[in-house]
């Protein structure tokens, strides 16, 4: 099974920027649509970041024109950079492919953000 392995988070103030990085095991990474993913405390995991095997990206509208996503697929990586962080950003960002789809995998531990003055 897909896993993946998140890192880059942290704490920041308010218009801050941070960039975080996913790992993800496997050999036909390359293949695989991407999400970026958060949960804040109470509330439901959401993507908010989509990249698919050909480089086309979707952002949840809470997000357009702040983040964007990349990979480079002969690291196996997946890459969100953050800027203009607001307070309702702060939650545990997770990566995986979409539910259902060959490249979904078992969730990592995340990665904190924190944004607060």
């Known amino acids: 099974q897909v896993q993946f392995v998140e890192s880059g988070g942290g704490s920041v103030q308010p218009g801050g920027s941070l960039r975080l990085s996913c790992r993800a095991s496997g050999s036909i990474f390359s293949i695989y649509g991407m999400g970026w993913y958060r949960q804040a405390p109470g509330k439901q995991r959401e993507l908010v970041a989509y990249?698919?095997?050909?480089?086309?990206?979707n952002y949840a509208d809470s997000v357009k024109g702040r983040f964007t996503i990349s990979r480079d697929n002969a690291k196996n990586m997946v890459y969100l950079h953050m800027n203009s962080l607001k307070p309702e950003d702060t939650a545990l960002y997770y990566c995986?492919?979409?539910?259902?789809?060959?490249?979904?995998?078992?969730w990592g531990q995340g990665t904190q953000v924190t944004v607060s003055s």
């Open positions: 990249i698919s095997s050909g480089n086309s990206t």
């Open positions: 995986n492919a979409p539910r259902g789809t060959p490249g979904f995998g078992s």
